[in-house]
């Protein structure tokens, strides 16, 4: 079975440009994470659905973020304009999440520079 | 203060030996723990589940003490393979957030 699906798996860009990382999840997993993975500040989680509906974007840090989910098996990250500093390790991971007991399966990751 | 914290190691320890972490979370509602294992530039992914009243997976035994917040896991015999970075996560209440540690970093050397 196919895990979760990201892409692109590197993306290197100039400070300003647009970014959109994708995410294809597990099929009939009904949770959907973004975390952003940095040397300094670890794994944090910018937002997750469920059953395709935003439920917490508190970890988004900026206005310039921005996640959707138009359906159960597709979801983009976006970031508009990029800087250096969102240069990052950017994963996303789905679950069936039952009672919050759901494991959560990574995908490999998008890794980000902005130059 | 981090919602979950641990320590970032790193350890450094010889094959054979026992090595524990421990990991504390601030939220009291919090309702589901687990540890997850990131290898070097790989996702993380789920080691085990952390029960109230213990349990162990072969040579690695997990905690939960809720009075105190924390949580703890053993590593028994340590392997060469065990060489990761070993990350501590918390589901809040409701079920849906789900909080990473920043990870403890464990060396097994031959």
């Known amino acids: 079975d196919a895990g979760v699906i990201q892409s692109p798996r590197h993306e290197v860009t100039e400070m300003g440009q647009e970014v959109t990382l994708r995410c294809k999840p597990i099929s009939g997993h009904n949770s959907l994470f973004w975390y952003r993975q940095t040397m300094m500040r670890g794994l944090e989680l910018l937002i997750y659905?469920?059953?395709?509906?935003?439920?917490?974007d508190s970890g988004m840090p900026e206005d310039r973020f921005s996640a959707k989910m138009p359906n159960a098996s597709f979801s983009t990250l976006k970031i508009q304009p990029s800087e250096p500093r969102d240069s990052a390790v950017y994963f996303c991971a789905s679950s069936l999440n039952l009672a919050g007991t759901g494991e959560l399966f990574f995908g490999e990751g998008s890794r980000l520079t902005v130059l | 203060r981090k919602e979950v914290e641990q320590d970032p190691g790193p350890f450094n320890v010889p094959e054979g030996a026992t090595v524990a972490f421990n990991c504390t979370y601030s939220?009291?509602?919090?309702?589901?723990f687990f540890w997850y294992r990131q290898d070097c530039r790989k996702e993380p992914k789920l080691l085990m589940s952390?029960?109230?009243s213990g349990n162990e997976d072969g040579r690695f035994t997990a905690q939960l003490n809720r009075a105190s917040q924390y949580i703890s896991l053993l590593i028994r015999d340590s392997k060469l393979s065990d060489s990761a970075t070993y990350l501590c996560?918390?589901?809040?209440?409701?079920?849906?957030?789900?909080?990473f540690g920043a990870g403890t970093r464990l060396f097994v050397k031959a």
């Open positions: 659905f469920n059953n395709n509906v935003p439920i917490d």
């Open positions: 952390v029960y109230s």
């Open positions: 996560v918390v589901n809040r209440s409701g079920g849906f957030k789900t909080i």
């Open positions: 939220n009291s509602a919090s309702q589901s």
